[in-house]
């Protein structure tokens, strides 16, 4: 059974880099048939897609957030990253990453809540 599970600073001060990690168990990150990406809700809003890595290794961004996002992976630690620079209030919210498989996210962290706060 795979599972993800989120890590990092669950306050981070403004114009700082948020930085979290995604550890992936029970089945590799570079398998090709799987992508891995990073999703945030805002408090009273809904999923916003971040970005995502495919198991070959390619990356996408979201337009919205590209010019100060970053997704990494770590393969020997069954990793991948997430940084999202100069933030500001308005990136508080919960972060989770995710399984992408076909047209469906089917297995999920537990998301962390990150909060942009001097």
């Known amino acids: 059974q795979v599972q993800l599970q989120e890590s990092g600073p669950g306050l981070v001060k403004p114009s700082q880099t948020l930085s979290l990690t995604c550890t992936v168990s029970?089945?590799?990150?570079?398998?090709?048939?799987?992508?891995w990406t990073w999703i945030r809700q805002p408090p009273g809003k809904g999923l916003e897609w971040m970005g995502v890595i495919a198991g070959e290794g390619s990356i996408y961004y979201s337009p919205s957030l590209k010019s100060r996002t970053s997704i990494s992976r770590d393969t020997s630690k069954n990793q991948f990253a997430l940084q999202l620079s100069s933030v500001t209030p308005e990136d508080t919210a919960v972060y989770y990453c995710?399984?992408?498989?076909?047209?469906?996210?089917?297995?999920w962290g537990q998301g962390t809540q990150v909060t942009v706060s001097s």
């Open positions: 029970g089945g590799s990150i570079t398998t090709s048939y799987y992508a």
């Open positions: 995710a399984r992408v498989n076909g047209l469906s996210y089917d297995r």
